[in-house]
């Protein structure tokens, strides 16, 4: 089971911008999908930005624009890139890898605060 490390959360203004990233203990070559969920208090956990290795990249609504989803196969990491980042991106994001949407690993969360 792929160990899976986030870094990068913090506070931020409005407006700014934050880089996640999250460290596998090993390859990520032959994972099929890798993604980023959001927890806020209050509401249920959000998929935020996936990609599924040679298919599709899928962004939630909400974000669409302002985040971007990449890998670094060589480095073992997954990243997301926020820009123009808004109160309402507040939570704790996760880290996810796995071959199937749900059953694959996460990581322990980074938290991400936003405020005005």
């Known amino acids: 089971q792929v160990q899976l490390v986030e870094s990068g959360g913090g506070l931020v203004q409005a407006g700014g911008s934050l880089r996640l990233s999250c460290a596998a203990s090993e390859s990520l070559f032959s994972i099929l999908i890798v993604g980023w969920y959001r927890q806020t208090p209050g509401k249920q956990r959000e998929l935020v930005a996936s990609?599924?290795?040679?298919?599709?990249?899928y962004y939630a609504g909400s974000v669409k624009g302002r985040f971007t989803i990449s890998i670094d196969t060589a480095k073992n990491t997954v990243y997301l890139q926020m820009d123009n980042l808004k109160p309402d991106d507040t939570g704790v994001y996760y880290c996810?890898?796995?071959?199937?949407?749900?059953?694959?690993?996460w990581g322990q969360g980074t938290q991400v605060t936003v405020s005005s």
């Open positions: 996810y890898a796995g071959q199937r949407i749900q059953g694959g690993s």
């Open positions: 990609s599924t290795s040679g298919i599709a990249t």
